[in-house]
């Protein structure tokens, strides 16, 4: 494991890597720093060109089935006042917004991030209290998770991922000497979590406190935490959400909805939406019944253009389209953890722990929100990232990954003999 003992922000030496038999070395030699270097100077480009192929792609086939899932709506009564381009024309104001925000947070410089992690954490927590106030936060179905500004509705649970990210990485580098101690190095950030997750129950928004506990609690593992003390925390941590599984009875239901959606008392409740995903994937088999040809979007699938827009890929596009966003999913979140393990080597633990960061909470939500689709997890209200519709939730997906982008083009930077 990884232990960065020794590291100071204000003076960064190379992380130390302790081998059994308490034997120390250095994971990266100078010699081999120098030939990244010169390797890097024949031609690197000076942006991953890959990732931002594979974001696009994504955001596009976003936009695109979120029209298919959307253009019958406005048959509804809740939707006839709606025109059938309603949600795309929204979607595609998300995307475009999210554009320019991912290139106004590409410009700022790592250590710029870091000094401002805190404070963006604690913002997100007063946003957290205020989306909850009677008459502020804007109640859907029952969740009070929105910020009405008119123009947008803000979602203070999204951002706070992204927050999360940003503080849990700048903690387990200011916190390297304790990252043993249970008292000195989890209590505190355990804490402030804890607070947060409470928060998003009130919301309720279970899906949230699941990724934003995942993000937190994979820093700390990356950051170096002790193995022993990490098992207990992931022991805690399951008897915490099976206790608030116990004691919620419509969580409880969901829990047996999941478990067999089509048992004859289920299907009509819990399991309804579940059944129906399951249905669309029934219908798609390997290639799809074509683009536009989707029948559970015809109100039989609820919240097909947010948590179940896989399952119109799937009935859609088939099996071939499913596995092609599964792939691209992946990529992402592999090149992710590439670009962090890269920062480490070049001695930039802040911006590698970022990196692993996002490409963790990408990951974690693609697979919760997939796993929910197909019936492998309880149904949870989270969307797949960077396709579903969401105004919030693409914005930050897309500064997440130009933070990413941030990180790596700086390791291309200092790979060249510059500066970050």
Known sequence: MLNLSGLRVSNLRWPTLRLPGGRVRTPVPMSQRVTMRRAAASGMQAIDTQVIGVVAALLLLGLVMVYSATIALPDSPRFAKYAPTHFLVRHAFAVALGAVLALAAFAVPMRRWQQLSPLLFLIGFVLLIVVLIPGVGKVVFGARRWLSLYVVNLQPSELMKLFVVLYAADYTVRKQDFMQSLRKGFLPIGGAVALVGVLLLLEPDMGAFVVIAA??????????????????????????????????????????????????????????????????????????????????????????????????????????????????????????????????????????????????????????????????????????????????????????????????????????????
């Open 215 to 420: 993000i937190a609690m994979g820093l700390l593992f990356l950051g170096g935490v002790n193995g022993k003390l990490f098992s207990f925390l992931v022991l805690i941590s399951g008897a915490v959400f099976a206790a608030i599984i116990t004691f919620s009875p419509w969580r409880r239901e969901r829990i047996f909805a999941y478990l067999d959606p089509f048992d004859p008392s289920i299907a009509a409740g819990k399991g309804y939406q579940l059944l129906h995903s399951l249905i669309a994937f029934g219908r798609g088999e390997l290639f799809g019944v074509g683009l536009g040809g989707s029948v559970e979007k015809l109100h039989y699938l609820p919240e097909a253009h947010t948590d179940f827009l896989l399952a119109v890929i799937g009935e859609e596009l088939g099996l071939v389209g499913v596995m092609t966003v599964i792939v691209m999913f992946y990529w992402l979140t592999k090149r992710g953890f590439e670009i962090g393990r890269q920062a480490i080597a070049l001695d930039r633990i802040y911006s590698g722990l970022v990196a692993k960061g996002v490409a963790l909470w990408i990951g974690v939500q693609a697979f919760i929100n997939m796993g929910v689709n197909v019936g492998l997890l309880p149904t949870k209200g989270l969307t797949l990232p960077l396709m579903s519709y969401g105004g919030t939730g693409v914005l930050v997906n897309m500064i997440g990954i130009a933070i990413l982008l941030r990180v790596d083009f700086e390791n291309r930077k200092l790979m060249r003999g510059g500066s970050a």
